[in-house]
């Protein structure tokens, strides 16, 4: 039995409604423990006022922030999924119906960027990657809504042969500018070399990581604590409003590309949207959070 | 909130009323603020007063907030208002210093801060920015009790001017005092002053990797 456009249609309408909803449980957790390793008083409450917040919105079944942001997808098509669906169109509907549909309704905010013109739809959305994995039997679908506080402070800047030194000022300069304005504690996502697109695609799958898993790569893993500790140095706190957690982790990817090497950097609100879900041949939609 | 400071606040407000708070304060606002999430609808306040028009609502001694909102029209042309939650108010950074004394604000606020040029507007006029939870939007929505106005219909519904009464809308943190004093101007420059500092431990954390 294949994975057909119902499934697909199914999947994109609930993963975008459950990011809206619920902060992830590896999220809340992370807010948790930066709360008891606070040292500012009033930090303390803008994170217990976090985790209030997410727990209202999941009792209540509403939203957590009015910025509904724009339809992100991520598309991972195992090499061994069995297929017999259109994923552009399914996903199109999918959103379609959603916003017909949603309750509580959700603001219009897909902009037309040439005249400014607000609405739900318009080229290009919503705004989906594929990638293909070797051996897996499945399709795995990552939805992250991308609203304006978090989305307007990425960067991306291209280096030639840059040092590791020059490559972590960067970094750190990025979430200086950003400030306090992406609603943190944040979660920081980076790509390293390759091209200017494929960097800034390592950038953002990064933001999708599960906060406390270690990176594989030894190196990356030695910069991702190094510069958690530094940026939470900054100050910034939550809300910006003063205190030891700007970040709840930085995450790190790299490519080998040629002497110019790109570097990017963007972040996700201590919402953190991020919902994933599997769909199976056998017409399972499993919710993997 | 223990060892923190807590104001009931009730609008509209006098110049003595928010001198008294301090920042790092927390605030609980009561009465009629009100509010919007459009840069045109900031420009179009400018205009109105450039032309000496009447704006739909006199916001002296009163809040404006950067608040996105989903509203509702009723039947009888009255609104509901679903959910409210804070916008960035630094994309407001060029307007607020001519809007705050020419309306008359005691309070404004949203999320993210203003700059230098507010917070100098702030000192002279006798206002404070107020900072809201970002994702706050099922706490903030509960002290919703009515919609009072909705000025500027033609707007989409997130840019309108919309009057609402609320009760103890907060916890809210005093981030702009009236004496020109500001969370973001400090974290600021004390990241000047530490980028150096900070930047030498990364290095020396990387030669001990």
């Known amino acids: 039995m294949p994975i057909t456009d119902a499934m697909v249609r199914q999947a994109a309408e609930d993963l975008y409604s459950w990011a809206l909803r619920k902060v992830p449980d590896d999220t809340k957790a992370a807010l948790a423990r930066a709360m008891e390793k606070e040292t500012k008083e009033a930090a303390r409450q803008t994170l217990l006022l976090q985790l209030r917040s997410a727990e209202l919105a999941e009792k209540r079944d509403t939203f957590v922030c009015s910025d509904s942001g724009v339809p992100v997808y991520f598309v991972k098509i195992g090499s061994a999924a069995p297929l017999q669906c259109d994923f552009p169109a399914a996903i199109r509907q999918g959103y379609e119906h959603l916003v017909e549909t949603i309750d509580p309704p959700i603001l219009k905010h897909v902009t037309n960027p040439l005249t400014l013109e607000r609405g739900y739809h318009g080229k290009d959305m919503p705004i989906v990657s594929y990638d293909f994995e070797s051996g897996l039997d499945y399709v795995e679908m990552t939805c992250s809504p991308k609203a304006l506080g978090s989305g307007r402070w990425a960067a991306l800047q291209l280096f030639t042969f840059p040092t590791l030194e020059e490559i972590e000022t960067y970094i750190l300069d990025v979430a200086i500018t950003a400030g306090a304005q992406h609603c943190p504690p944040v979660v920081m996502g980076v790509g390293i070399g390759g091209t200017f697109d494929h960097c800034a695609s390592l950038a953002k799958k990064q933001t999708l990581r599960p906060l406390g898993t270690v990176n594989t790569d030894a190196t990356l893993a030695a910069m991702e604590e190094r510069l958690t500790r530094a940026v939470n140095k900054l100050g910034v706190g939550p809300m910006g409003t003063g205190g030891d957690t700007t970040v709840l982790g930085v995450h790190i990817d790299y490519a080998s590309g040629h002497g110019f090497t790109p570097v990017a950097v963007c972040f996700n609100c201590w919402i953190n949207r991020r919902t994933r879900a599997r769909l199976y041949g056998d017409g399972r939609i499993e919710r993997m959070e | ?209």
């Not at chain 2, 950074?93 to 020419?102: E, K, R, S, Y």
Request: proline content about 4%; hydrophobic content about 40%; overall charge neutral.
């Open chain 2, 1 to 209: 909130m223990s060892g923190m400071v807590e104001h009931d606040l009730k609008l509209p407000l006098s110049d003595a009323d928010v001198r008294a708070l301090k920042v790092g304060d927390i605030v609980y606002v009561s009465g009629e603020i009100h509010s919007t999430a459009g840069i045109p609808t900031h420009k179009r306040m400018l205009e109105c007063l450039a032309r000496g028009e009447a704006l739909p609502f006199d916001l002296k001694g009163g809040a404006l907030f950067h608040l996105g909102s989903y509203n509702i029209e009723d039947a009888d042309g009255g609104l509901k208002i679903l959910y409210i939650n804070p916008t960035t108010s630094t994309r407001f950074n060029d307007l607020m210093p001519q809007l705050i004394p020419a309306l008359g604000l005691r309070l404004t606020g949203g999320k993210g801060g203003l700059d230098a040029r507010s917070a100098q507007a702030m000192k002279d006029a006798g206002c404070v920015y107020l900072s809201f939870l970002g994702g706050g939007a099922p706490i903030l929505t509960d002290a919703i009790k009515r919609v009072t106005g909705i000025g500027w219909r033609d707007m989409i519904s997130h840019y309108r001017l919309v009057r609402i009464e609320v009760e103890r809308l907060g916890p809210l943190t005093v981030a702009i005092d009236a004496h020109g004093n500001s969370v973001y101007d400090d974290t600021i420059k004390a990241i000047q002053d530490k980028r150096a500092s900070i930047l030498a431990e990364l290095r020396a954390d990387r030669e001990r990797a």
